[in-house]
């Protein structure tokens, strides 16, 4: 009984971990690796084992950093299922086919730089077709349910309050007379975050695998968040500029929208118009009204299967390339939500050419930043940065509020390992190498347990106890 971190070791995207059991083996993720051009090339690389001998995959939740493989594994060999929550399967739906878009889109740009060079053309990772076709082999599973997926794997899922569908996976293994259990923690979700409910803690476990995106911060409370915002919204106001907000399609957009409404009349958003500016962030919104029942009480009575325009009576969708571009023509006054998250393709980047040299406008970064993306350029304080091979110097203001952030901090990560009974080996991925560290200490500190930073390739032998020496 083997598990190996092939994916979001060192790292936070790219997520995949292999699962060896008896005769069976499944992958849990199989995440596109994002960031720079150099990380992207990566997942050109074949895969550290053979694709057509994995017999499941279970996949945590639809964020293309946890799924966006599964599709290129497919072309590679996968025939088996793969198991993932009904709504995740919804949102992986519209989000592979759109990857695969992307995919097509990125390699007929490369290859016109090819032909000019007289380079032989590249083939796109997968197709939008390809990602469409793979869907066949998702199958569904609710939260709260032990399904038996292989003759010696169970799983359960149970809500990670990460963004809709998202789950914290528990795997019991079977090998000859060993039983063991696995937990993986997928993406916990932020405490108290509206719409989702908060993550499930689970007891037991014989080791847990846990994320640790937000291991060295905390996030500010919800309601410091929100007089953050008051404040750069005014600011912004009395400069007579813009809000840019660069977002995942899915998880954040969704989180920002209904947040706005439910400060509508008192945040002063009723003066600003409202721009998604993202046709897959307006169909994930609909899926997200589609799947009233798996929000928390108040989202349920507030939002329910409403269409989110008429809670948000500001709010203009942005289908068209055209309605986007008219979009430019706006100084002032306009509050634009539009991916990519890291500001690495998609429309975003032309309204930051608008918009960022521009004093008067503001730029809030709410989601995590790869290394090497221009996103983390902002964060990082860049005086310059390139969109579309042109240099523009940033003068618009750079806001990065973590209170925003889909994923727990510090404190909840270390109360959700705490809520395990007898201190089980803990192996943190999907992370920086700063904030695992500190989340290392704090665990050992604290908890005097064995816990250990996943590497690429590391192996642990389930069935033995495990030598962790971090
Ligand atoms: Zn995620
Ligand atoms: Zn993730």
């Not at 199989?30 to 050109?44: D, H, M, V, Y």
């Not at 916990?188 to 803690?201: F, T």
């Not at 989202?299 to 989110?308: D, F, I, V």
């Not at 521009?358 to 983390?376: D, F, L, N």
Request: proline share 5%; with cysteine.
């Amino acid at each position: 009984m083997k598990l190996t971190t092939v994916g979001a070791a060192g790292h936070v995207t790219g997520s995949c971990h292999l699962i060896e059991a008896g005769d069976f083996r499944i992958l849990l993720d199989c995440g596109l690796i994002q960031g720079s051009r150099k990380a992207a090339e990566l997942n050109k690389e074949p895969f550290p084992f053979d694709p057509a001998r994995i017999d499941a995959v279970v996949l945590s939740h639809a964020h293309i950093d946890h799924s966006g493989r599964i599709p290129l594994l497919i072309k590679a060999g996968f025939s088996g299922n793969v198991f993932a929550h009904t709504a995740t399967r919804a949102l992986c739906d519209i989000m592979l086919k759109d990857a695969g878009f992307i995919q097509e889109h990125d390699a007929e740009r490369e290859n016109r730089r090819r032909k000019r060079k007289g380079m032989p053309p590249v083939e796109p990772l997968y197709t939008a077709d390809e990602a469409v076709a793979g869907m066949q082999q998702f199958k569904s599973v609710p939260y709260d349910r032990k399904v038996r997926i292989l003759p010696s794997v169970i799983i359960r899922f149970r809500d990670a309050g990460h963004i809709l569908g998202s789950c914290v996976v528990e795997v019991w293994l079977t090998e000859g007379n060993e039983e063991r259990k696995l937990v993986f923690s997928g993406d916990l979700g932020h405490q108290g975050a509206p719409i989702l409910r908060d993550p499930k803690i689970v007891h037991d476990a014989d080791l847990v695998l846990m994320e640790s995106t937000y291991g060295d911060r905390d996030h500010r409370s919800w309601e410091d968040t929100a007089e953050e915002v008051r404040g750069i919204a005014n600011a912004t106001r009395n400069a007579k500029g813009n809000i840019l907000i660069p977002a995942f399609a899915v998880g954040r957009t969704q989180m920002l929208l209904y947040w706005m409404a439910q400060n509508y009349n008192d945040n002063g958003f009723s003066d600003w118009r409202v721009f998604l500016d993202s046709p897959l962030a307006i169909r994930a919104t609909h899926i997200y009204a589609a799947h009233e029942r798996l929000f928390d009480p108040a989202a349920r009575q507030a939002w329910g299967k409403k269409p989110m325009e008429s809670l948000l009576p500001n709010l203009t969708y942005t289908r068209t390339a055209s309605q986007s571009m008219a979009i430019n023509e706006i100084e002032s006054g306009a509050i634009i939500i539009a991916g990519s998250g890291m500001c690495t393709g998609g429309r975003i980047v032309h309204h930051l050419k608008r918009n960022v040299w521009r004093k008067e406008s503001h730029v809030i970064i709410v989601g995590y930043q790869a290394q090497g993306t221009p996103g983390r350029l902002l964060v990082d304080g860049a005086k310059r940065i390139r969109l579309f091979g042109e240099t523009f110097q940033v003068a618009a203001k750079v806001h990065t509020i973590g209170g925003l952030s889909a994923h727990a901090g510090q404190e909840a990560l270390l109360s959700w390992y705490d809520q395990f009974h007898g201190r089980p080996p803990l192996v943190l991925v999907h992370g920086e190498t700063r904030a695992q560290e500190t989340l290392r200490d704090l665990v050992k500190e604290r908890y005097a347990a064995p816990v250990h930073i996943a590497a690429y390739g590391d192996s642990f032998d389930l069935a033995k106890p495990i030598p962790f020496d971090d």
